[in-house]
């Protein structure tokens, strides 16, 4: 094990005992750092003496960092992202920072004071309130609602919209059918003259009388007066034919 080896080990121990969760090692891929060596993020939260903590903090900054092969003789690989509340071109300033005063310090461990002064620069410019509201802001705009812009439907709209749906539906319909069905139609539907021709007139007449006659013998109310007529009616009648049907046969 070389000595920058040796002393690299040393300060990741120490880190991880004085930051704790704040401490962890990550992926070379997510850490946005050129390297395949071992990579890590310390967490940073401005300084708030007032925020209790169970409390999520609105703003943090994750400093991630990885030793080169000389380091503490050269600089470590730095980066900083925001992990909430933090503006892009801030980042972009306190990376510069951050990258100055590792040249500062060369020789010696240096992640323990760069981590100090990002601290120190968090709580500058995102004090309590700056961050609160910078936080608030953001929620903001990810519960905002997109009102859609329009005509609003009312029933008169609504029915007219449908007409006219229905309208190019019949006729996508009517363009798909095939011409032999729409021949076959013309076919089936008769002038006045051929359907009267053709007998159907003539049975919807009779059926028309029928119907006629039933309505009658519907309407006919039966008394028992009117069979007892009938009866009378009847015996004379046949006492009559007799009595002529006998005359003929005494003469011969």
Not at 78 to 101: A, C, F, N, P
Not at 194 to 223: K, L, M, N, P
């Amino acid at each position: 094990m070389t000595e920058y080896k040796q002393e690299q080990d040393m300060e990741i121990e120490a880190l991880e005992s004085i930051l704790a969760d704040d401490f962890k090692e990550i992926h070379s891929s997510e850490s946005g750092l050129n390297t395949s060596n071992r990579c890590f993020q310390i967490t940073v939260t401005p300084q708030d003496d007032d925020l209790e903590e169970s409390s999520i903090p609105p703003v943090q900054l994750g400093l991630v960092f990885s030793h080169t092969e000389n380091y503490p003789d050269e600089v470590p690989l730095l980066d900083v992202k925001s992990i909430r509340g933090i503006h892009v071109s801030d980042l972009t300033i306190l990376k510069e920072k951050l990258e100055q005063e590792a040249a500062e310090n060369l020789g010696m461990a240096m992640i323990y004071t760069l981590v100090s002064s990002a601290k120190d620069w968090v709580s500058e410019h995102y004090g309590q309130d700056d961050g609160a509201d910078f936080a608030e802001e953001e929620a903001a705009k990810e519960d905002e609602v997109i009102v859609p812009h329009g005509e609003p439907v009312t029933l008169e709209t609504f029915l007219a919209w449908r007409e006219k749906f229905e309208a190019e539906l019949a006729l996508e319909r009517a363009k798909l059918m095939p011409e032999s069905a729409l021949a076959t139609t013309k076919e089936k539907k008769l002038t006045g003259r051929q359907w009267f021709e053709s007998g159907r007139a003539r049975g919807a007449v009779v059926t028309a009388d029928q119907e006629s006659e039933e309505e009658d013998d519907d309407d006919i109310d039966f008394e028992d007066e009117d069979f007892e007529d009938d009866e009378e009616d009847m015996l004379e009648h046949y006492l009559a034919e007799k009595s002529d049907s006998s005359v003929p046969t005494a003469r011969a």
